[in-house]
């Protein structure tokens, strides 16, 4: 139920990376997926302003082609310009804040992860909520920093821990947890595992799918790895040489697919390098019933359960491997119970709603 039964009319910005749309290349596409969806279900009045070949909820407005977009690779063919897809993600933005006001939007959700939306946004009467999905950066760090000078955001972010990686741009920044939506998360019951773990998410220097491989090869357990390859020098350098019969490599996958994979794992290893701001896949897996041997680094440790899994210093590639038995004799039953309790999509719906409300309430008075 719609909070208070208010409708909005919410405009979403995407980020360009890539479409938003189904396989999603990493978690930021499922989240402006799923919110965009959810949003337009019930009964809000949605324009996404995405690239042209997403497929999510509400009214798309293209503002980027996806005509060099390769869905195989999940990357954009580049040009001879080699500066060209900065110079057009910059233009499809100006374009769309140029203009945003005339739509008369109620509330602009911003998940763009990029500076020209909030350089822009003292130039708009439109109220902005901006989430802030990722630590700190050049480009942002900048844009914030002017844009506080004389503030008219409302930041968000997706992890205590993250708002404590922003807090010298942005003071007690709020945050609300993601969530996902455990009804597309099929529960897999303990002794139906094969003896595998599963590693899945964008294949990046940043997600450390080589110190897992390494890992699993200690613990002697196959390792089972899901993703597009986002970074190919990493792909090339560090993966391949790492690659043999105990690892099996098997590119973007379905829903139906991934589900059976994370479900059908003993453990999952999430070996993030970076300060994870949230770790969709955390979720995912936990809604599966699967527990997690991982590095304990951004946000994993807040997300997590104590009794979901094990976490071990980053890095650590041997206290990982000891970690891969330790966690596959957890409770699944109790694990799945913990997503539904903490990490439901629906719960992370209303506290965007509230929030959107409580800005137009706090406009509204301001301006009377």
């Known amino acids: 139920m719609t909070i208070a039964g208010n409708k909005m009319k919410i405009g979403i910005i995407a980020h360009l990376k890539h479409p938003i749309r189904k396989p999603f290349a990493g978690g930021l596409e499922a989240f402006t997926y799923e919110i965009s969806r959810r949003l337009t279900e019930k009964g809000h009045e949605v324009m996404l302003f995405a690239s042209s070949a997403s497929d999510a909820g509400g009214t798309l407005h293209p503002i980027l082609n996806d005509c060099n977009y390769d869905s195989r690779t999940g990357n954009r063919l580049k040009q001879p310009d080699m500066s060209s897809e900065y110079i057009a993600e910059h233009h499809a933005y100006y374009g769309l804040m140029s203009g945003i006001d005339e739509l008369n939007l109620d509330i602009i959700f911003n998940n763009s992860l990029h500076y020209v939306p909030i350089t822009m946004a003292n130039l708009v009467q439109t109220p902005m909520v901006t989430v802030l999905h990722t630590p700190p950066f050049y480009e942002l760090q900048n844009a914030i920093r002017a844009e506080r ?220």
């Open 149 to 368: 000078r004389h503030p008219c955001i409302e930041y968000i972010t997706v992890s205590r821990s993250n708002a404590l990686n922003w807090n010298e741009y942005l003071e007690d920044c709020s945050y609300v947890l993601n969530g996902i939506d455990l009804n597309a998360w099929s529960y897999h019951e303990a002794g139906n595992q094969e003896n595998y773990a599963v590693w899945f998410g964008r294949i990046h220097p940043d997600k450390g799918l080589d110190l897992a491989i390494k890992a699993a090869r200690k613990a002697g357990i196959m390792l089972k790895v899901a993703g597009g390859i986002a970074d190919r020098r990493y792909y090339k350098e560090k993966i391949e040489p790492l690659l043999d019969s105990n690892v099996q490599m098997l590119g973007l996958c379905g829903h139906r697919e991934l589900n059976a994979l994370i479900g059908g794992a003993k453990v999952c290893l999430i070996t993030p390098v970076w300060q994870e701001p949230f770790g969709l896949v955390v979720a995912e897996a936990l809604a599966c019933g699967t527990p997690v041997a991982g590095f304990a680094t951004g946000a994993l440790p807040e997300v997590m359960g104590a009794d979901c899994g094990v976490l071990v210093a980053p890095g650590d590639i041997e206290a990982l491997a000891e970690a891969i038995g330790r966690a596959a004799s957890l409770d699944r039953k109790g694990i799945r119970s913990y997503a539904e309790e903490h990490l439901n999509i629906e719960k992370m719906l209303d506290a965007y709603e509230l929030h959107f409300l409580n800005l137009l309430s706090s406009r509204s008075k301001q301006a009377s």
